[in-house]
């Protein structure tokens, strides 16, 4: 079965060019304005060089009491002498990891990031591949990245989907290195610099996590708010200025907490429906979800949302219990928010001649109309 929702206005009007919204504990997606647009990451390409240090650490492959040396690459390239955005690290002077990926996150430090990339891999170019490894490991199937500040570069780019699933992942995976997304400021070599994020000084329960600017996309930002049990996470690209991207950013987390309620659509074990069966001794399999299925839906616009069971059928027996079968898909206006996985409710075996001659004739006739 494949089903394709009419076209419909967005539930929110951004003045972002992309735009997604995924509330974290659901996974429901609240708001999706052309998503898989590729676009240059700028400084958001650092969420990436993160993730990678992150897990080095997580394996014990690095600790945050290494140290690494700052060469003059790094220092020309992303420190005092390179007029972009820096934590002023000394020449040939030796820093803890720690001191570093606070000087990434809060400083957006292009030499940080350098100095990280050449201790880990020898090169940003080598670093970059790492990069891009690591982006398909968890998921992330577009995104390709080619040096580890964001700066410029021929075949660098991200979507915005893309980055609020990597921001969303970093949280999940790491909440002992995330808490840094929220630091007010940090000091390297006697200078004092604030967060660059303005999410965070709004008291809006934000606490991350990065912003980016090329003259190609445009402000972007990408962003995290959590309210009570509440976490959505926003990646917002394509702004005309920093205070536009403030504000439209603090507009779309403040609307994604208060439009929506969550609802539970069908309790654990409880039968979703029913995919069509070949050759079996029932004529279709009931399916089920892995647990209960929540999602938030709009709290004025509830007749907008449409779900449908989509999967590549008929099933052919045998099918046994818990055999992956296809998916609940849910949109809300023209969103699909939510995409749930669907197994097999039920074993059932092979059924007798007659049935699947039956199944054969019917595939012969209508099998043609898919």
């Not at 990436?48 to 080095?56: I, W, Y």
């Amino acid at each position: 079965m494949a089903y394709s929702p009419p076209a419909r206005a967005q539930l929110f009007e951004t003045r972002a060019q992309s735009a997604f919204m995924i509330d974290a504990e659901t996974g429901t997606v609240l708001l999706s304005k052309d998503p898989d647009a590729l676009i240059p990451p700028a400084s958001l390409a650092k969420l990436m060089t993160m993730e990678v240090v992150f897990n080095a650490v997580k394996s014990g492959r690095l600790s945050l009491d290494d140290e690494f040396l700052v060469s003059e690459n790094a220092w020309r390239t992303g420190g005092a002498p390179s007029g972009t955005s820096t934590m002023f690290a000394e020449l040939k002077s030796s820093i803890r990891l720690e001191d570093l990926i606070q000087g990434v996150i809060v400083q957006s430090a292009n030499d940080g990031c350098i100095i990280i990339a050449e201790g880990m891999a020898g090169s940003e170019e080598n670093f970059a591949q790492l990069m891009t490894e690591r982006a398909r490991a968890i998921g992330l199937e577009k995104s390709v990245f080619k040096n580890s500040t964001g700066l410029p570069a021929d075949g660098q780019v991200v979507t915005v989907r893309e980055l609020a699933r990597l921001a969303l992942h970093i949280w999940r995976e790491y909440p002992q290195f995330y808490r840094y997304y929220a630091q007010p400021d940090f000091t390297w070599n006697n200078i004092k610099q604030s967060n660059r994020n303005p999410l965070l000084k709004m008291d809006i329960g934000a606490d991350g996590l990065k912003t980016g600017y090329t003259e190609e996309s445009g402000y972007g930002i990408v962003g995290s708010v959590k309210r009570g049990d509440r976490r959505l996470f926003v990646a917002l690209s394509g702004m005309s200025s920093a205070n536009v991207r403030a504000e439209e950013a603090r507009k779309v987390l403040d609307w994604g907490m208060r439009a929506f309620e969550k609802r539970e659509i069908f309790g654990a074990g409880e039968v979703v429906g029913e995919a069509k069966l070949f050759g079996g001794a029932k004529t279709g399999v009931a399916l089920k979800a892995d647990g209960p299925v929540s999602i938030f839906i709009p709290i004025t616009n509830r007749d907008r949302l449409i779900a449908r069971i989509v999967y590549e059928g008929p099933v052919t027996a045998p099918v046994s219990a818990g055999t992956p079968v296809g998916a609940l898909k849910v949109w809300v206006g023209d969103t699909l928010s939510q995409e749930t996985p669907l197994f097999a409710a039920e074993d059932i075996d092979v059924g007798p001649l007659h049935r699947r001659a039956l199944d054969a004739i019917e595939e012969l006739l209508i099998g043609w109309l898919r």
